[in-house]
């Protein structure tokens, strides 16, 4: 089953394989105990999940140093995937619910991720700054660029300027209405599966926050 991550990215290391063919089974074993994914929706673990949070990666690869914060990661969705495919990266992954953060903090650590801290924290409370903001299934985005805006380092070291790349389904028109700049990207492009047809990864500008 994680075949799947292997095909799509054909680069990895020993280590980093190893940590993605484990991952699908932590996950299983700590949903059963909290519940982080749909759990009907738990086989499908390394495409509906894993394979998603890593579209981010094919909009943009993060250099190395750099800093994202994911935002209501929930079990650590997108922010553990791409801190397995980032290991020169600082993730922080924070969301309002502390069991939550407990299966990410037990994942990353099971894992050998030193590159993550899982915080217990609402993104309104973040005094940190970031290059990149990441996210999945949170919140509309007008509500959340005001819990982000301003938490953004000025310099750029990333392909994009430093903003948002936020994972989206379905009719974003109104949506993203006060974000004309908003640029978004077909998952479709990158991953065949039907489950991505209607997916987008929307990169928003902090400059046009
Ligand atoms: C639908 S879940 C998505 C979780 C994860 N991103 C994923 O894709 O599997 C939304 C998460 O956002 C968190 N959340 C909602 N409002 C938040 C806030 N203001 N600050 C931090 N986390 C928040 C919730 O606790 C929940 O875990």
């Known amino acids: 089953m994680h075949q799947i991550i292997f095909n799509y990215f054909p680069a990895l290391t020993t280590k980093q394989q190893e940590q993605f063919a484990q991952i699908g089974d932590l996950y299983k074993e700590w949903n059963a105990r909290i519940n982080v994914v749909s759990r009907k929706d738990i086989d499908e673990i390394y495409t509906n999940h894993i394979l998603h949070s890593l579209a981010i990666a094919k909009v943009m690869e993060f250099a190395p140093g750099s800093k994202i914060l ?6 650590g969705l997108p922010g553990l995937p791409l801190a397995i495919l980032y290991p020169e990266v600082d993730f922080h992954l924070v969301d309002s619910i502390g069991k939550k953060i407990k299966v990410v903090n037990e994942i990353a650590s099971a894992l050998g991720l030193n590159n993550v801290k899982g915080e217990q924290k609402r993104a309104e409370e973040i005094t940190s700054k970031y290059d990149f903001v990441v996210s999945r299934a949170v919140t509309a985005m ?21 903003g948002v790349l936020y994972l989206k389904g379905g009719d974003l028109t109104e949506e993203l209405t006060n974000f004309p700049k908003a640029k978004l990207f077909d998952i479709s492009d990158y991953f065949e599966e039907d489950f991505f047809e209607t997916k987008k990864v929307v990169y928003l500008d902090q400059k046009d926050l």
């Open 70 to 75: 994911d935002v209501g990661t929930g079990g």
């Open 142 to 162: 007008p509500r959340f660029v005001e819990w982000i805006k301003g938490k953004f380092e000025k310099e750029n070291k990333n392909p994009f300027p430093n």
